[in-house]
């Protein structure tokens, strides 16, 4: 985004990845959030929680069958694509830093790929009608959405972690 100001220490690709013709993906729908500009946004799920920012998962028709046997109060892995982050730096300098860092070494959505993915739970569920009440969300309202997948304990908890 040609809007951004760099920091110290940033480094930008001399490609631009959004450019790239090498996969396509199939959004299977949107999210649906308060937040409206990404200066009102939270910067994760636990300051989305702490600013009461629920939401919703709207599933386009075709994929709503892949909806059956999920269940209110369930965590879920929701993975979206955050439309409107820049994909060029590869050093960043965050706000809220020490300094640079590798662009892998963060969670930010400004990446080569800007796939984010956020652990939320299941508040209501209408299958039929492709809707999914989640407790946070932290991304700009009708940001696309790639996948939905159960969080399961014992295969999401990394080695050495309790469950």
């Not at 790239?20 to 299977?28: T, V």
């Not at 909806?67 to 109060?73: E, I, K, M, N, V």
């Not at 790929?113 to 989640?134: F, K, M, Q």
Request: glycine share 12%; net charge neutral.
């Amino acid at each position: 985004m040609a809007d951004h100001q760099a920091r110290p220490g940033e480094v930008a690709l001399d490609l631009d990845p959004g450019a790239a013709r090498d996969a396509q993906l199939c959004f299977i729908g949107r999210i649906r959030s308060p937040w409206t500009d990404r200066a009102g946004c939270p910067r994760n799920l636990t300051r989305a929680r702490e600013a009461g920012g629920g939401g919703s998962v709207l599933v386009d028709p075709p994929f709503r069958p892949g909806l059956s046997g999920l269940a209110p109060g369930q965590a879920i892995i929701l993975l979206y694509w955050m439309h409107q982050a820049r994909r060029d730096l590869i050093v960043q300098n965050p706000a809220h830093g020490d300094g640079p860092r590798g662009t892998f070494a963060l969670r930010s959505p400004v990446r080569p790929n800007p796939v984010s993915l956020g652990v939320v739970r299941i508040t209501a569920l209408d299958a039929d009608a492709g809707r999914i009440d989640i407790d946070a969300i932290d991304c700009l309202d009708g940001t696309p959405l790639i996948d939905i997948k159960p969080w399961l304990p014992g295969v999401d908890i990394p080695p050495g972690h309790a469950s």
